[in-house]
């Protein structure tokens, strides 16, 4: 197993003690993927949300196919199967997304496609930790929009089910969520129950939001897929449900509840307590 990476630091050091090869380059550099994919049969592509995706991935499939993988599992995003030639969003990283997908779909590559909704860790963990620590609310720009987010400890299950045996899986679209779709308040009450103290919603306007991000220094690329994401729950579009998890690994995705009692100490207060 080889991993690249982009800097040689304590995340570098966990994938080596996991057994991996590490090769430290960049994405969008041609020889640093020669170096990562040379010798490799199977390939995860996956990469954080960035103005240099497309790049990145038509470079990573360049270098795969010089090479002759028999599997390239792509990491997309499930906003892209309701996109089109004429259909798109505000956000940036969905058309760099469905413009990754066409390429790769000419590219002749054995690809596997695989499309997970919202994750746990982005709104739910790095986004919205810091009002459940500091005023016990929720805070967010979702409207009564419901959505069904699944844990990215989940979407590496399937993919490692993939890449063990990628041959049935070729040409695939696998739409990945977790196991409910609910609105914030009900995700505000599985809090409360999982935390022992009352957790609120509080629908936050998404143009101030979108500053907050800003004043945080996000990158501007970041703050507009955010808030695109957080938009496209307003209108309903996050409402989608699947059982493909289960189907591919035989398992349940994780529950709001238990991700929240897994990262319990992330929500711990750390301010004066709210009524």
């Not at 197993?1 to 570098?12: I, S, T, W």
């Not at 990573?60 to 089109?84: I, K, L, P, W, Y």
């Not at 963990?125 to 929009?145: C, F, N, T």
């Not at 129950?193 to 919603?201: K, N, S, T």
Request: with cysteine; glycine share 6%; aromatic share 6%.
């Amino acid at each position: 197993m080889r991993a690249l990476v982009r800097r040689e630091d304590g995340r570098a050091e966990a994938l080596r003690r996991l057994g991996a090869e590490v090769v430290e380059g960049d994405l969008t550099d041609l020889a640093s993927m020669h170096r990562a994919i040379e010798g490799c049969r199977r390939i995860y592509f996956g990469m954080s949300v960035s103005a240099a995706y497309l790049e990145a991935t038509i470079n990573t499939a360049a270098v795969a196919r010089h090479h002759g993988v028999e599997a390239f599992v792509n990491m997309s995003q499930m906003t892209v199967t309701q996109m089109s030639i004429s259909e798109t969003t505000d956000s940036p990283q969905h058309k760099l997304h469905w413009l990754a997908e066409q390429a790769l779909s000419w590219s002749g590559l054995p690809v596997v496609t695989v499309r997970p909704t919202v994750f746990l860790e982005g709104f739910f963990l790095q986004l919205a930790a810091p009002g459940v620590r500091a005023s016990d609310e929720l805070a967010l720009p979702m409207g009564g929009g419901k959505t069904s987010p699944i844990s990215a400890v989940d979407v590496a299950r399937a993919v490692a089910v993939i890449l063990d045996d990628p041959a049935p899986h070729i040409g695939q679209i696998y739409d990945l969520t977790g196991p409910e779709s609910a609105d914030l308040d009900h995700y505000a009450r599985v809090f409360s129950e999982a935390l022992g103290r009352p957790i609120r919603y509080r629908d936050v306007p998404l143009p101030a939001w979108s500053e907050s991000l800003r004043q945080a220094r996000f990158p501007e690329h970041l703050v507009r897929h955010l808030s695109a994401m957080a938009e496209l729950t307003r209108q309903g579009r996050y409402d989608r449900m699947t059982d493909t998890m289960r189907k591919l690994t035989g398992e349940a995705p994780t529950n709001m509840r238990d991700f929240v009692k897994l990262h319990a100490a992330e929500f711990k207060q750390r301010g004066p307590a709210h009524s």
